[in-house]
């Protein structure tokens, strides 16, 4: 029993850790940025700033190489990011970000109609 | 969209003197959470005069509570107002006062 649960302990934190360790020892490339709060009403500068980083609405996250003028445009509008630096491995898109909240479908397919042969 | 004359048939909205213990609470965290921008961005390597200005605010734990709770107002009882009557205190940058205020 108890090397069962060893078992499932080391499968489940498998995954945690392995991201962690990369993280640390892959040097980072790119910032993660979130937009956490709006930049509604605070004047056209920040706001212009804040599309050219392409966030367009909240809790939206973009990956940028890190460089000079980036860190800029992040440090203009510090009150409204939550900033990470990632490695390249973690940079995702907008259309992976989006599968990976896609829920599982809740089945499986065992067989197709037309291959089962009734 | 304001307070209006009550005698008018207006609304009346009071904002307290001070900040509460929660709103107080509540503003050293969006303080934190800048000053945890600021290092990323400082620990990510690069350098800026964005960050060379970053760097020289004052970090929530090394400002005095006056300037975390209230701002310079020259024409406020005491020089002094609380930062919740400044339009977006929680989305500026406001963590230094004149000097001697």
Request: charged letters at 25%.
């Amino acid at each position: 029993m108890s090397v069962i649960h060893r078992h499932l302990a080391s499968f489940v934190r498998r995954p945690a850790t392995a991201r962690a360790l990369s993280t640390a020892t892959a040097t980072p490339t790119h910032y993660r940025v979130t937009l956490r709060r709006s930049p509604i009403s605070l004047g056209d500068s920040i706001k212009a700033t804040v599309a050219t980083l392409g966030l367009t609405r909240r809790m939206q996250t973009v990956y940028h190489p890190i460089s000079p003028e980036c860190a800029g445009k992040i440090l203009k509008i510090k009150e409204l990011v939550e900033v990470a630096n990632v490695p390249a491995s973690e940079v995702k898109s907008q259309e992976e970000q989006r599968r990976e909240r896609r829920p599982t479908r809740g089945f499986s397919v065992q067989a197709k109609w037309t291959e089962a042969g009734f | 969209m304001f307070p209006t004359e009550i005698r008018l048939g207006g609304l009346l909205w009071k904002v307290p003197w001070k900040l509460s213990r929660t709103r107080k609470a509540n503003q050293r965290a969006r303080l934190k959470k800048v000053d945890a921008v600021i290092e990323t961005v400082r620990a990510s390597g690069i350098q800026c005069g964005a960050l060379t200005r970053a760097l020289e605010l004052p970090k929530e734990h090394e400002m005095p509570a006056r300037d975390k709770y209230t701002v310079f107002s020259p024409h406020a009882r005491g020089y002094r107002k609380g930062i919740h009557k400044v339009p977006k205190f929680t989305r500026i940058t406001h963590r230094v006062n004149p000097l001697g205020f």
